[in-house]
């Protein structure tokens, strides 16, 4: 219930003249985070969940102001800080922590929570914000911190993807 409200709002949030697609990326940005945080507090690893997030967006706002001024981090628009994609990181940190932790044994779920992201991902390139390697260097670092445990809150350091094949 209470991930449906999250998701609920952040569909609502976005500017009435966007285009949808960009909008669902914007949601996206939000509502599988949030979705992934429902989990994280009903597993009990809410804190573990946290400093992973907090650690992601600090590591994407880092590298924007580091990078800031060179070829790679410009967007298609001419401005910068584009380098990496915050949008398809948050994205990517929730469907990682979703498909790892939450739908273990969902592999449909999992799945779609993937695709999601990376729709988000797409979502950026089609509305100019972001070139395909910016996109792709936020899904990484998202995976990469949303696929991890550092067992704060339990003994167990981990690494799930969620996907079995």
Do not use: N
Not at 43 to 60: N, P
Not at 86 to 106: E, R, V, Y
Request: hydrophobic share 45%.
């Amino acid at each position: 219930m209470r991930a449906a409200l999250a998701l609920s709002v952040a569909l609502t949030a976005s500017p009435v003249a966007a285009d949808p697609f960009e909008q669902f990326g914007t949601a996206m940005k939000y509502g599988l985070p949030l979705a992934a945080a429902v989990c994280a507090e009903r597993d009990d690893r809410l804190e573990d969940f946290a400093v992973r997030g907090i650690l992601q967006a600090a590591m994407v706002w880092g590298m924007k102001q580091y990078f800031d001024g060179q070829p790679i981090s410009r967007r298609p628009s001419g401005e910068g800080k584009g380098f990496p994609s915050g949008h398809t990181a948050a994205a990517f940190f929730g469907a990682s922590d979703l498909a790892g932790k939450c739908f273990k044994d969902d592999i449909a779920a999992g799945a779609a929570a993937y695709g999601a992201a990376g729709l988000t991902g797409w979502s950026r390139v089609h509305a100019g914000e972001h070139t395909v390697p910016q996109v792709m260097s936020g899904a990484l670092i998202g995976f990469s911190f949303g696929a991890a445990s550092f067992g704060i809150g339990s003994e167990e350091v981990s690494f799930s993807v969620g996907m079995r094949f």
